[in-house]
């Protein structure tokens, strides 16, 4: 059931050798470092060719006996033999060069002759290095499916049971969505008649009037309003709705008009499209996981779950997909972890889970972590002082066990190896127990639904009509496909929100908007992002589906494009500011349509968006269109659904067959179990088959596991783009090790990157002298202008300085220098001042 592991292929000689040369092998890595998610799957990186090419040449020159003989063939060396080949060598070394005559020719002994080249031409080295990077990349390939054989979304992806049960699955819940859709209606028409007065959004435009109830209230989505220029700026503003777990799955784009309004005050959930939300969403009756590693199931987390309730059960589990790490994605999410969500039939049923499982983390933490809660204490909701994250432990055993404890089929032991005769016990017969911790997030799921509004052209009254015409056509299908339950369908449940004539006089924009709801949550389905339905509720939830945002069309939105048109400027696709204008708008298009006026020869917006969108429109039209010429009892697509019953059908055989080959018959009609380590005795053959179902149920499971392999092998070999990490290449001590994704079916195979670098790197270094050579150039034409402008300065000033002196003109500043002696004989000095004598004052 899994491919051969054999020695891994390496390819040219040990990998532990310095290579001396301009690339030299670079594997250091830091401690602290988070180790590269290939490192499971491959012993060592892939070389780059010219190191393999260099590997090559130096294991031809061993085998011709020219290097030192390795440690392995000689053995080990001491220092003075190492001294002495030193010396012989630096000898040899200087006798050679005194042997050089002047014409550069030895004198001596002749040098020894070239080797042979490994390969005949370019072409010969490039086919052998491309075996090469095959054989490596198929046994890296293979090494990843063995790992992750038994992980359930890896199932999920390849098995085609295991997707017809999920496809199955999600009809169930289809259908029960439709079922609590079909309450809301009812209970807001009750709250009607009882009456209540419908709250009008403030945000709503003024033509669509009151609605009907409160729930059409919550549908509409012409609420869109413009984030400020404050909110632009901050960073939490552009958020894509799409995570980084799985780049083939369809997501939003970077388009301006998909930008998540997270933190702007109008837009948020709270206020506006709460209709759109699921029930299980809007009740506040689920709960997010996060960290879930891949060997852990749905089914053990619902266990885990069940075992700290008290009043109910988790009624669903859904899984996200997992998170492939790309060749150019970096974060902190671990490699194929994924985040579940677990549904509950009450809030109530929530609330208790909480509760019992912060009290379970409680008494596991004192004791332990008492001091450290005091010195760090955890992050609080507010809710009763539990905190916002729980951990969960899980047992994860391996849930199909394949263990060698049947040898013949029937139950009989296993041979003894060596080491378990020379030891005299008994092997361990048990699975080995693996557990793991998951994180229970206790806060509110619907306020962290992301909301989006989207572009003017796109949210025009102009297109309300068409889009409710396309959107019924895609519905109405998909209820007859998918088996909705008659009068849980959509045009049942308009007909009850409008009884009678009243549907006729309503407006477009409320049909339109209750279908689009009824399509999120319903079908999963996205209208304004793509027109494509998410396979499962695990996806919409984390955000990996454009279904997962609910997209609010721009109030207004008319207005602005006239204004836009009067300008023949362009038009604010992100429904921003007016003073910003956005460069990569594409150009307004004139359309001979009706405004939302009705008057005709205005002129309506069209811009790429609205043609992205009539396109998406288009190619949903015709898939649903494809889906009904299948028929109701196609899940996935004939192949597939084929498959998968064939699969089911040789699971049941399996079962009939293990069951009666583990059973012994005794004379008195009585049943034994034949398994070497078990052999107990019941009454007859029916409760037999009970104890094996209930306690060898692994050695079951590991069974009729293996009627998945050789489906799940042929869909691995034949996919072109495998979830598997990029495969680290030794480039050489100038660029280390690069991550390459691996590409291709049968020929997976990995671009060696070095030439590339390489490339790169002679531009850049090419770029860098460029700019030096201009920045010495500069530096010296501006020395050579000071110099200039200086000489310029002193010839002027001599030139005046002449001027001057020919017009007898004196300047004081530039006084002519004149020696001037002094001297101090026969000089006439005066005598002092006499002192005058004071009189004296009469008392």
């Known amino acids: 059931g899994s491919y051969d592991e054999g020695e891994e292929y390496h390819g040219g000689g040990d990998r532990h050798r310095h290579h001396h040369h301009r690339h030299e092998s670079h594997h250091g890595r830091g401690k602290s470092s988070k180790p590269h998610p290939s490192e499971k799957y491959a012993v060592e990186p892939m070389l780059c060719q010219f190191l393999w090419k260099k590997e090559l040449e130096k294991d031809a020159k061993m085998a011709r006996g020219e290097e030192t003989l390795d440690k392995a063939g000689e053995g080990e060396r001491d220092s003075a033999m190492d001294q002495q080949k030193s010396n012989e060598d630096s000898e040899e070394n200087n006798a050679s060069s005194n042997n ?56 999920q992806r390849l098995s085609p049971l295991e997707a017809f049960r999920r496809a199955r699955k999600e009809r169930l819940r289809s259908n029960a969505e439709a079922a609590e859709f079909r309450k809301d209606i009812l209970n807001s028409l009750e709250e009607q008649q009882s009456g209540v007065i419908p709250k009008k959004d403030p945000d709503c435009p003024d033509y669509l009037g009151p609605p009907k109830c409160n729930f059409v209230s919550g549908c509409r989505l012409g609420v869109g309003t413009k984030p400020t220029a404050s909110l632009i700026a901050t960073p939490f503003y552009r958020r894509r709705t799409h995570s980084h777990y799985d780049d083939d799955a369809p997501h939003e784009d970077d388009s301006p008009h998909h930008i998540v ?101 409680e008494d596991a933490s004192r004791g332990h972590h008492r001091e450290r809660e005091e010195r760090h204490p955890r992050i609080r909701d507010g809710r009763d002082g539990i905190p916002g994250v729980l951990h969960l432990d899980v047992d994860c055993t391996d849930v199909y066990g394949r263990r060698q404890v049947d040898a013949d089929g029937k139950g009989g032991a ?35 639904q992301p909301v ?29 496909v998918r088996e909705i339950k008659a009068g849980n369908r959509l045009d049942d449940l308009l007909r009850l929100l409008y009884p009678g ?34 396979s499962d509720v695990g996806n919409v939830l984390s955000g990996q589906h454009p279904a997962g945002t609910i997209h609010l069309r721009l109030r207004d939105a008319d207005e602005i494009l006239r204004k836009a048109a009067e300008e ?7 429904g921003g500011v007016d003073e910003e204008k956005n460069e990569d708008n594409e150009n307004l298009e004139d359309d001979d349509n009706e405004d939302s006026s009705g008057n005709e020869g205005k002129a309506v917006a069209k811009d790429m968006l609205v043609m992205r969108l009539n396109e998406s429109i288009s190619k949903a039209l015709d898939h649903v269109k494809m889906l009904a010429y299948r028929g109701s009892s196609c899940l996935i697509d004939e192949e597939t659904d084929s498959a998968a019953r064939a699969i089911e059908l040789q699971e049941q055989q399996t079962k009939n067959e293990w069951i009666e080959n583990h059973g012994i018959i005794d004379g008195d009609g009585r049943a034994r179990c034949s398994f070497h380590f078990c052999h107990k005795l019941f009454k007859d053959r029916a409760f037999l088959q009970k104890h094996l179902i209930k306690k060898h149920s692994d050695q079951l499971r590991a069974e009729c596991g293996k009627c998945h392999d050789d489906a799940m092998m042929t869909a691995w070999d034949n996919d072109e783009n ?42 850049r270094m090419a770029e860098e002298e460029r700019k030096y050579q201009e920045r010495q150039a500069a530096a010296e034409a501006a020395a050579r202008a000071e110099e200039m402008e200086q000489k310029r300065r002193q010839e002027e000033l001599a030139a005046s300085a002449a001027e001057k002196r020919k017009g007898n003109f004196v300047d004081v500043d530039d006084m002519p220098e004149e020696k001037v002696e002094l001297s101090f004989e026969d000089v006439a000095v005066a005598p002092p001042p006499k002192k005058k004598k004071k009189k004296k004052k009469l008392l």
Not at 274 to 279: A, D, F, G, N
Not at 284 to 298: E, S
Not at 507 to 529: C, G, M, Q
Request: hydrophobic letters at 35%.
């Open 452 to 480: 989006s509004v989207l572009s003017a052209a796109v949210s025009s009254r102009a297109r309300i009509a068409q889009d409710r015409d396309s959107v019924s056509t895609i519905a109405l299908t998909l209820d007859q």
């Open 100 to 155: 050089i005559d002047q014409e550069g020719e030895p004198n001596g002994e002749q040098s020894p002759p070239e080797p042979d080249p490994l390969f005949e031409s370019p072409e010969a080295e490039a086919e052998a290095y491309a075996d090469y990077n095959m054989k490596y990349c198929l046994n890296y390939v293979r090494t990843f499916f063995n790992h992750h054989l038994d992980d359930p979304w890896f199932r």
């Open 501 to 534: 004539n009243e549907l006729e006089n309503v407006d477009d924009e409320d049909i339109l908007d209750v279908s689009i709801a009824y399509l999120r949550r319903v079908h999963l389905f996205s209208f304004y992002n793509g027109c494509t339905a998410a």
């Open 261 to 361: 309004l997270q933190g702007e005050d109008r837009n948020r959930i709270e206020r506006h499209a709460k209709s759109h939300l699921h029930s299980f969403i809007k009740s506040d009756a689920c709960v997010k996981i996060v960290d879930v590693p891949p060997h852990a199931t749905d089914e053990q987390i619902s266990a885990s779950l069940a075992e700290h309730c008290t009043v109910k059960p988790p009624s669903a589990v859904w899984s996200s997909a997992v998170f492939v790490p790309k060749e150019k994605t970096s974060g902190s999410a671990d490699p194929y972890h994924r985040t579940v969500y677990a549904v509950f039939p009450s809030r109530e049923a929530k609330d208790n889970l909480i509760e019992n499982l912060h009290r379970a983390n």
């Open 568 to 574: 023949k400027g362009d038009i604010p696709m992100t």
């Open 722 to 763: 495998r979830p598997v990490p990029g495969v680290l290449i030794d480039c050489g001590s100038k660029f280390g090790l690069v991550t390459c994704a691996v590409k291709g079916s049968d020929k997976p195979m990995a671009a060696d990157p070095e030439p590339r670098l390489w490339k790169e790197e002679e531009e």
């Open 414 to 448: 296993p041979p003894l190896t060596e080491e378990q005769k020379a030891s005299k016990k008994e092997p361990d017969l048990k699975l080995p127990t693996r557990r793991c911790t998951v994180f229970v997030s206790t806060a509110s799921l619907a306020p962290s």
